[in-house]
């Protein structure tokens, strides 16, 4: 009964239906659920059916994999396959890919969306992704998120997209439900409608630093493309474009040095952007090699050694007076070395070229060539040839002889005395009658089947012996042809120095050759020669740094500053008072003193010039102490009014403790000059004289002798007693004078002494400073607004600066270390690899190693720029690591990564022999000291090695890897790869050494011993 009464609900009306949407934005409506197989079925036969190649390509995507034999047209239509046709990689079970070996799987770093990465199975185990400790340094970018705007969400039933993006109208009746309404009192956020999402790892991050940053590089980019387009012949705008790819490259690296693989990269944007600016820059010729210079170092990385050959001459036929782009060949040339003979033309065309353009080379640019090439025939094994070379240049310029190479000839043909031989007296003044006697020269006897076993021996006991150019008249056991020099092997050089060389720089250039330290004079170009890479060959590890008395230094800051000091590459301007404490080392050069000493000799009594007879004084100090003081008495016997050399001969006596008579020369001879009047010498005079006092620790007495210009010191009425205000006041206005008047005579080396002496002036009576320090950065002002910054005198008056404040250390009560660290930090980024400035630096912050400021300031200024780095400043680097100890945080590895970045391929000690030579002599004392560890330690019988053994095959590896990357980098130099056959003869094998005994044959090395 109840079953039969209606439902209300059926007595409801059905709603009207609303008015339909337009066609264009209607969507086919998606069924709830899944129809019966029989009403697909029916809908499914209506439909057309699909094509045969649809069905084979579903057959085909459901396949793990398949073959196909037709090919894919898409290929020739496309160019590239069909990937909704490949079928996709079916992944199964941590990591694995089904269908490949279970021993790779997928790597998680890697691997993408769209790309897979497989990685071994049994590698070391993954660290996981939330807890590895470099997921969140490699990616570090915070999340963005594209927040939608309510205010302006699109209507679809809209005819039109507003343009305008502002808010609604302010007249709008709704503007009050913008409002935000007041917080309540019992909210803890001040604004309940907050922006900010509920999880803080998902904030919206609108503008971030490294985004902006990134846009301002970008932006930056954009700006100097411009300019290149506006300005085409601008040099600045394409080197400002060019040097900013750097910046494009490594915005996100981690590291700031580049690696190798990216600075192939910048090299391969930055060569077409130069040959581009190469074609717009115009023909202004300081432009075009300004721009090939970059070219080629950038080239250096890309392009092979023919291609980059063939384009320098091409480059250097147009711009053949240019010595910036010869340098960058010869040293191309040099480094390859393929062989002796072709190194040898390249150097002899350099000067060919050079000498017919002598007009617009400057003769110490022409020197330095000259340099180079007796270097690398020295290098190269052909001692006598190079030694014999210099001989027939010295000669012929002490000569002036008009005779020509004629007259020349004869004299070498008739084999009489030469100079730096016994009994030479010059070319004009020989007796060509006179000639030496036959020399002897036996060799040691060894079995001819002895092999390399004994090749070392007797290679090096011919090189010691064979050392002088050979006569034919000389009884050699072993006949070599390159033993025996005559005219014809040294013709082509004799005319390659311009004929109005002076004689002091021929001289100074021939002991750059040498090894030895130049004149003590204030010249532009003995940085530029003693500080060139492949001109130190510190083979023999013999520092050359100046000596200090033992009893002149006592304290422990004194020795940390002598300590030092003692890098292998000392680089700073050259003082008499350094040149007399010089240890003049020549063992790289293989030269007995007598050989030096009598060239030395027989200049001075061909040209009478006083800085080499102070040259020579300083140099007999060192290897003839017992007969210095009488060649220095026949010298001042021949000049007796020479100041100069008096100053030397005061150096002299003080350099071996007589401070008394030091000072009664100095005083004496500062009376031989004019008393009204203070000249250059006469000043150098009065500070070594008032130095001497300080030596002593004697300031007052420093004082009086300060103010006592005429060498006589007034009377005092005791010994304690000062000066007088009086006579302080009249002496500084008579060296403000005296510095003022040599600042416009352009004599500024004058200037520095006499401001030395001013800054001595306002520091002795009250120890004062500051005082000191002020006077000094006046005349650095001086320098600065006439261009001098970095000039050698500018670094003379550094020094100076640095002396002063050495004293100042060593002897006040109460010493500051900031004061010091402020005063050398300037001039250590002015000079970053003076010697001296760094080593007072990093003695000063000894004290306080934990603050780390050495290191700092070389990572900010001595190692930063590629182009300003020097191979002194590396060596003071790698010097000053080693000294530190395990607890200062240097370690071995430490220092092993300073030499890595002085010597890789692109730094400036990749082809310096002294730096590959350290090297390998660090790596060698590694090797030792784990042996000497583990020297009572047995092998194992089971064949496995120990930890123990393990650490010294890595350190004997890492001696071989040292050695033949240093045998690639310098090629041409014979003595370091003689150290295969000496100092590693333990480490390589045989095979080895025989391979390095084929290199140098290969490319032409001497070698005076053969093997089988």
């Avoid at 800051?557 to 300590?563: A, E, G, R, S, W």
């Avoid at 690639?968 to 390095?996: H, I, N």
Wanted: contains cysteine.
């Amino acid at each position: 009964m109840a079953s039969n009464i209606p439902k209300f609900a059926s007595f409801r009306p059905k709603p009207k239906p609303g008015p339909e949407p337009p066609k264009e934005h209607q969507t086919p409506p998606r069924p709830a659920r899944e129809e019966p197989k029989e009403h697909k079925r029916s809908k499914r036969t209506k439909s057309p059916p699909p094509k045969k190649l649809e069905v084979e390509t579903d057959t085909a995507s459901s396949k793990l994999y398949f073959s196909d034999r037709r090919g894919d047209a898409d290929v020739l239509q496309y160019g590239a396959l069909n990937r909704y046709d490949v079928p996709a990689y079916r992944r199964f079970g941590y990591g694995y890919v089904l269908g490949i070996d279970t021993s790779q799987k997928i790597d998680r770093e890697r691997s993408s969306d769209t790309k897979v990465y497989l990685t071994p199975a049994r590698r070391p185990r993954q660290e996981r992704l939330l807890i590895d400790k470099r997921t969140a340094r490699e990616s570090d970018k915070t999340l963005r998120f594209i927040k939608p705007s309510d205010k302006h969400a699109q209507v679809v039933d809209e005819d039109f997209i507003p343009v305008s993006a502002h808010g609604t109208a302010a007249g709008d009746d709704n503007s009050d439900e913008a409002e935000p309404p007041d917080a309540s009192y019992r909210s803890i956020d001040a604004n309940p409608n907050s922006q900010q999402p509920i999880d803080p790892d998902t904030q919206y991050d609108s503008n971030t630093e490294a985004t902006s940053a990134r846009a301002e590089v970008t932006k930056r980019n954009s700006e100097l493309v411009r300019k290149t387009r506006e300005s085409p012949e601008s040099l600045k705008a394409w080197q400002n474009f060019i040097d900013h790819q750097e910046t494009m490259m490594t915005f996100e690296l981690q590291s700031a040095e580049l690696n190798d693989a990216t600075r192939l990269q910048l090299s391969d944007v930055r060569v077409p952007i130069y040959e581009e600016a190469l074609k717009k820059v115009g023909a202004n010729t300081s432009h075009q090699i300004e721009l090939y210079k970059g070219l080629f170092k950038e080239a250096q990385r890309s392009w092979n050694e023919s291609k980059l050959v063939t384009r320098f001459k091409e480059v250097l036929a147009k711009h053949p007076a240019s010595t910036d782009l010869w340098f960058m060949y010869l040293n191309l040339v040099q480094s390859s070395f393929t062989q002796y003979e072709s190194c040898r033309a390249a150097f002899v065309q350099c000067l060919q070229t050079a000498q017919s353009h002598a007009s617009g080379i400057p003769v110490e640019e022409i020197l330095h060539f000259f340099i180079r090439m007796t270097s690398m025939i020295h290098g190269a094994g052909y001692q006598e040839l190079a030694l014999a070379i210099w001989q027939a240049v010295l000669e012929g310029h002490l000569s002036g002889s008009k005779e020509g190479c004629e007259g020349f000839e004869v004299f070498w043909d008739e084999e009489a005395p030469r100079i730096g031989e016994p009994g030479a007296r010059g070319w004009q003044r020989e007796k060509y009658g006179d000639t030496l006697r036959p020399v002897e020269i036996l060799l040691s006897r060894y079995p001819s089947y002895a092999g390399l076993e004994n090749f070392s021996r007797r290679e090096v006991e011919a090189i010691d012996k064979l050392r002088y150019p050979g006569r034919t008249c000389d009884d050699v056991d072993d006949e070599d042809a390159f033993h025996t020099i005559l005219y014809d092997d040294v013709q082509e050089y004799f005319d390659f120095i311009p004929a109005g060389t002076p004689t002091a720089l021929v001289l100074e250039a021939f002991l750059c050759f040498c090894g030895l330290p130049p004149l003590p004079t204030v010249a532009s170009h003995q940085q530029a020669w003693w500080n060139d890479p492949f001109l130190a060959s510190g083979i023999s590890a013999s520092s050359g740094l100046p000596t200090t008395p033992e009893n002149e230094f006592e304290n422990n800051f004194n020795t940390k500053v002598k300590q030092f000091e003692s890098c292998l590459l000392p680089d700073y301007q050259m003082t008499s008072e350094i040149l007399s404490g010089y240890k003049f080392s020549l063992k790289d050069i293989r030269l007995s003193a007598d050989f030096i000493r009598r060239v030395l000799q027989q200049i001075i009594a061909s040209d009478n010039n006083d800085i080499i007879a102070e040259y020579l004084l300083a140099f007999e100090s060192q290897h003839y102490p017992s007969e210095v003081v009488k060649t220095a008495k026949q010298l001042l016997k021949s000049r007796p009014v020479s100041q100069r050399l008096y100053h030397a001969y005061g150096l002299v006596e003080l350099r071996w403790g007589n401070s008394a008579k030091a000072a009664q020369v100095f005083s004496m001879a500062i009376s031989l000059g004019n008393t009204s009047t203070l000249g250059h010498e006469s000043v150098n005079l009065l500070s070594s004289w008032v130095w001497e006092a300080l030596s002593r620790s004697e300031q007052v007495e420093a004082l009086w002798r300060l103010v006592s210009h005429s060498g006589k010191q007034p009377p005092r009425p005791n010994p304690k007693a000062l000066p007088s205000q009086h006579t302080l006041e009249s002496t500084r206005l008579i060296l403000s004078s005296t510095t003022e008047q040599a600042l416009l005579a352009y004599n500024y080396p004058f200037a520095v002494t006499c401001t030395s002496l001013l800054a001595l002036l306002a520091y002795l009576p009250s120890s004062n400073a500051p005082a000191f320090l002020t006077t000094h950065k006046n005349l650095s002002n001086y320098f600065t607004s006439h261009a001098l910054t970095r000039s050698p005198a500018a670094q003379l008056l550094a020094q100076s600066t640095v002396r002063l404040l050495h004293f100042h250390i060593t002897h006040a009560p109460i010493v500051q270390p900031a004061l010091a660290r402020t005063a050398l930090e300037p001039l250590i980024s002015t000079f970053p690899s003076n010697t001296l400035l760094l080593a007072l630096y990093a003695a000063n912050e000894a004290r306080f190693a934990i603050d780390d400021r050495v290191r700092g300031i070389m990572a900010q200024n001595v190692l930063t720029k590629e182009g300003e780095r020097g191979v002194a400043a590396w060596s003071f680097a790698i010097h000053f690591e080693g000294m530190r100890n395990e607890i200062s945080g240097s370690t071995a590895h430490s220092v092993r990564a300073l030499y890595k970045r002085a010597t890789h391929g692109d730094a400036v000690g990749a082809h310096c022999p002294a730096l590959w030579a350290s090297y390998l002599r660090f790596e060698l004392s590694q090797l030792h000291l784990q042996r000497n560890v583990t020297a009572h330690r047995t092998r194992g019988k089971d064949g496995v090695k120990r930890g123990w053994q393990v650490r010294v095959d890595e350190a004997q590896a890492r001696v071989k890897e040292t050695f033949f990357s240093g045998l690639r980098m310098l090629p041409w130099c014979k003595d370091f790869g003689m150290l295969a056959f000496t100092q590693l003869g333990v480490v390589l094998s045989k095979e080895e050494a025989e391979r390095v005994y084929g290199v140098m044959l290969e490319k032409e090395v001497r070698v005076y011993v053969e093997t089988d």
